[in-house]
């Protein structure tokens, strides 16, 4: 039987690729220079809420041009999504409200961002629209079941 995992630490085995190769060194290199400031995890998450809604609204636009900024948008929200995580524990002040700020701004900031692309290519394509609503439903339970297995795995199940 294993120890569990402390509760502020991530599970190595289940972070994604793009984010163990990509998002997080980038992430611990913002989060040296942020370690010695007074910016709070808190409001790095609160950033990357608007930058992920501003995102969204230019997706709506359903150009190519602002398909681009926006996609390059999501992947600064991909990254402080790393850092938020990463400075709270650099700085010692993980807490229940940030790990579930950080989860509510995950849903809102997917959810806007889909909707956003949806009503940017439903103006040309309805399908999308159908397509965009079922991904938005298997996303959540996709997350619901990670969720579940990284507490089962943290509880030593």
């Avoid at 060194?25 to 010695?36: E, G, Q, R, S």
Wanted: net charge positive; proline share 3%.
């Amino acid at each position: 039987m294993s120890v569990p995992l402390d509760q502020g630490q991530p599970i190595n085995e289940i972070i994604e690729p793009v984010n163990r190769y990509f998002h997080n060194p980038i992430a611990a290199n913002v989060v040296k220079i942020l370690k010695n400031t007074w910016v709070t995890p808190d409001q790095i998450t609160y950033i990357s809420i608007f930058i992920g809604l501003v995102s969204a609204y230019i997706f709506s636009s359903g150009t190519i041009q602002s398909f681009f900024l926006a996609g390059i948008l999501l992947e600064i929200v991909m990254i402080l999504d790393c850092v938020d995580g990463q400075l709270a524990r650099v700085k010692k002040c993980a807490s229940y409200w940030g790990r579930l700020l950080d989860g509510i701004a995950g849903y809102i900031i997917y959810l806007a961002v889909l909707i956003g692309i949806m009503i940017g290519l439903g103006k040309y394509y309805v399908t999308l629209v159908v397509i965009g609503t079922l991904t938005i439903m298997r996303a959540i339970s996709y997350d619901y079941c990670k969720l579940t297995m990284t507490t089962m795995i943290q509880k030593g199940y």
